[in-house]
């Protein structure tokens, strides 16, 4: 009820988070209440780490201070990403939230190595604890709104398909796990000198650690550059299939420039009996449908591709046969049929899969014996590819 609220409140046009503008919103709404609820809870937990000595408090107070810090950071990564394309920056500032991202993994994991340290302290020099029931129910009390602070990440990174608010929510469950340990730590340091405020410490950073990591990683991986979902790639030939004239797709790039910001290159088999001009309007008209459903800005590249003559099908169909008997998973196109000069040419791209267990000599072999069984004066021409899809 209260996200809902808040949405209402600070997202105008809630309903449309694929807009920019409204992205935004929701970003810099999730970032400023990240803020003010952590900033809340290092206050009460540090109070008592402070008052009770207990290391494992004081080091979750300080987990929560580090997840405002990390909220700071969101607000500023959303702000900046949402500026327009300049001069500079010609695809736009979309990655400055995965910038955000890695800054917000860099201070968890920072946080995690500092209280790693000192848990491993605290179990070589024990101290004691002292927390009143009051104290513990208070931190008990803490969890509930940090429950809430997760389900608000949840639904706000699942809406607007943010990766660093998704990792916010990921901290935000890992927050709950560390307080409840610590919780158990300290209610049973009260009737052991064993050190178990050091050990809830010594797992809370583990965790912290853990959690940054993953979130580094995942951060990390869309700056390099990955490979785009299966599902966008399916979507995009779909749009793409159905457009009138083009035959089939392949050799899709795509290249992600922030969330929701796509700029793709692609082959389209077309018909090669059509005028210069026409072929053109028709690419530039299925560029135009996909820019209008999808957040992809998309350049065609023209493949002819000719599926009326029987006696080229007929040649295709044999290379496509040759190529299934070596792997399934390879894929033909660009098909071309040369009977101008003495010998017959077939040239062809082929796709495999990366470090494939054959060398692409070996597969080329294998082929050419196959085609040699219709004619051994054959010559077969391959362009080996890998997918970047």
Known sequence: ???????????????????????????????????????????????????????????????NLSDAGSAIVTVVGFKLSSLPADNGHPFGHGR???????????????????????????????????????????????????IWLLFFYRTVGRTIDSKVISAAAF???????????????????RFTAFPVDGIAGLAVAAVILIGGVKILRGTINPLVGECPSPMLVEELKENLLSCDGIKGVHDIIIHNYGPNQYFATAHAEVEPHGTLLSVHDMLEAAEEKVASRMPV?????????????PHVNEWRKRLEVAVAEIDGQFKLYDFRLDESGEVRRLH??????????????EIYTKINDAMHRYDQSVEVKIDFLNTYV
């Open 297 to 309: 800005r998309l350049l065609l590249h023209c493949d002819p591709c000719n599926l009326t003559d």
């Open 348 to 361: 062809c791209h082929l796709l495999t899969p990366r470090n494939y267990r054959l060398s692409n000599d």
């Open 1 to 63: 009820m209260l996200t809902r609220f808040l949405i209402y409140l600070f997202v105008p046009d809630y309903k449309r988070p694929d807009l920019q503008e409204v992205r935004l919103s929701y970003g810099m709404l999730a970032g400023f209440v990240g803020i003010a609820v952590n900033i809340i809870l290092f206050c009460i937990k540090f109070s008592i780490g402070l008052i009770s000595g207990s290391v494992a408090i004081a080091a979750d107070a300080v987990n």
């Open 96 to 146: 400055m939230e995965y910038v955000a991202g890695v800054i917000v993994a860099i201070i968890i994991i920072a946080v995690g190595l500092d209280f790693f340290k000192e848990s491993i302290l605290r179990i070589i020099s024990p101290r004691i604890v002292t927390v009143d029931g009051i104290a513990l129910g208070i931190i008990g009390g803490t969890m509930l709104l940090k």
């Open 171 to 189: 901290d935000s469950l890992s927050d709950l796990l560390c307080t409840s340990a610590v919780l158990a730590a300290v209610f049973f340091s």
